[in-house]
Each structure stands twice: as structure tokens, then as C-alpha cells.
């Protein structure tokens, strides 16, 4: 199997980087992607040289997978329809429906969309995946074998789950990175080194976060347990709840959504 990426950014990058750790050939991956900078890159950390265009012909064993921005999508799409002959086609361009997909297509119906996170970069990531009823099977073990290389997968069977997906998951690692950019100031401005202050973070957050998979108990009452009667922790906790801390943070994994699903309507209506 041959995989063309359409697009190589950052979430190319990350899978084409969890892609080979996993044991990928890199003459099995190739790239297209204007930006002469984004090649360099894709060079330098993969040892991929990128293209500049697409192919005149795609060969029956490619897989292409888009990871184009979703503003660009359609028109990227319009290039692929004349060369595409039944291939596989994946997208990870968060909010584009795979109906729009397919019908920017010509009617192209083997169409899955996936969202990954840029774990994937060091083989930790999670993607989920939605494929319409008509994609066989066989096309789905090929996209999971494809994005399983870099994490684990998970389907859902209605689409408009996608935009809660990429609020949680693909938006994801940006909320614990905002959260731990907090903890560090606070901890250089409580005296601690700006080393100090990134190991104990982050060490803290991993260390929560396998705790969390590995015990049976929910995050409540796992939270419980670190919380003493009128000790450090209840201090910090209450401060948080009479700031609405957690409202605030589901909230804004709701906008996450809801912008999802504009950007399916903005873009699908085409």
C-alpha cells in the first residue's frame, strides 16, 4: 500500500512521523505540499522529499489521505477528481462532511474522515473515524490500519459525532497544554526554576493521566482522593469552582463543537 498525504503541516508531519516509528517505509509515503518551508521540514525530521503538485497519475494501491486545511478542501478535491479511479480517499479536515467530500469528488464514494491529535506524533494518539454506509469493510481495516499506527481508534456510527470528536480529542491537546502553561507560571512565580517548574508539570499531568486509564475509579472520585478536609488542595479546588472553572472549560469544548458544525455548513454549501 502506497499512502499520499495531500498536504503536509502539522498533522501530516505527526502521522508521517508515527508512521515511521511504527515501522513505515518512507518510499511508501509520499507528499504533496506547496510550501517550499514545509518541505524543507518534511526533509529534515522524516527524510521525505515533498511535491510540489500532485502527481499526473495516482497508481490502484494508493491510499491518499487529505490533511489540507478545511478552507482549502474543495478546491484540492476538484484538482484529485479527474485522476482519482476508485481509490481509497481519507480526510482529517475537521468539519467537512463526507457527503461534501464525495460530491466535490464527482461522486467518489470511497470516502472515510477521520480526526487524529497530534499525539500521534509520538505514537499516543487517538483518532476517530466515521465511514458512510456504502465504504466496505475492507476499506475500513485499511484506515485503521493506517491511523492505528499512531495511537488507538475509535468509530463512531453517526457523523455529527465528529464535530463533539474534534472538540474533545482533536482540539483536545490544546486544552491540557493551555492548562500546563498555568501550572508552570504559577510554579516560576512561586519561586520554582522554569526546569523545576516543566518537570513537575509535566511529570504531574502524565502521571494523573495513567492513573486515570489505570484504575477503575471516575476522575471525580479520583480527584476525591487527593482532596483533604481543609487542606491544600480543597483550597485550590474551591477557587476554581467559585470561578466556574469547569463550566468555563466544558463550554468552551462546546464552541469547539459548534464551530465543527459551521464549518460543515459554511463549507459544505458550496
Known amino acids: 500500500m502506497k499512502l499520499l498525504f495531500v498536504g503536509g503541516g502539522n498533522m501530516a508531519g505527526a502521522l508521517i512521523g508515527g508512521l ?28 521525505i522529499d515533498g511535491l510540489d503538485a500532485l ?33 481509497l480517499v481519507v480526510t482529517i479536515a475537521a468539519g467537512i462532511r463526507t457527503r461534501d467530500l464525495s460530491r466535490w469528488l464527482g461522486g467518489h464514494a470511497r470516502v472515510i474522515r477521520a480526526m ?10 487517538i483518532t476517530a473515524l466515521f465511514a458512510p454506509g456504502q465504504v466496505a469493510d475492507t476499506d475500513r481495516r485499511q484506515a485503521d490500519a493506517i491511523l492505528s499506527a499512531v495511537g488507538s481508534t475509535l468509530w463512531v456510527d453517526r457523523e455529527e459525532l465528529m464535530d463533539a470528536v474534534t472538540a474533545v480529542s482533536g482540539s483536545g491537546p490544546a486544552y491540557v497544554f493551555y492548562f500546563m502553561e498555568a501550572v508552570m507560571q504559577a510554579a516560576s512565580e512561586l519561586g520554582l526554576s522554569p526546569e ?8 504531574t499531568f502524565q502521571g494523573a493521566a495513567a492513573l486515570a486509564r489505570q484504575s477503575d475509579e471516575s476522575p471525580a472520585l479520583l480527584r ?12 485550590a479546588l ?13 463550554a468552551a469544548v462546546k464552541q469547539a463543537a459548534e464551530r465543527s458544525r459551521e464549518l460543515g455548513d459554511e463549507l459544505g454549501a458550496n
Open 20 to 47: 515511521l516509528k511504527r515501522g513505515w517505509a518512507a518510499t511508501d509515503l509520499q507528499v504533496v505540499e506547496i510550501a517550499a518551508e514545509a518541505r524543507r521540514v518534511l526533509r529534515e525530521r522524516h527524510g
Open 116 to 125: 487524529p491529535n497530534t499525539p500521534a506524533l509520538v505514537g499516543a494518539g
Open 224 to 235: 476525591e482522593r487527593v482532596t483533604s478536609k481543609r487542606g491544600t488542595t480543597e483550597r
Open 238 to 250: 474551591e477557587h476554581m469552582e467559585r470561578d466556574q472553572v469547569r463550566a468555563h472549560v466544558a
Open 196 to 203: 523545576q517548574a516543566r518537570a513537575l508539570t509535566l511529570e
Open 55 to 87: 502527481p499526473a497519475a495516482l497508481s490502484g494501491d494508493h491510499v491518499l489521505l487529505l490533511a489540507v486545511k478545511p478552507q482549502h478542501l474543495q478546491s484540492v478535491a476538484a484538482q484529485l477528481r479527474p485522476l482519482l479511479a476508485g481509490q
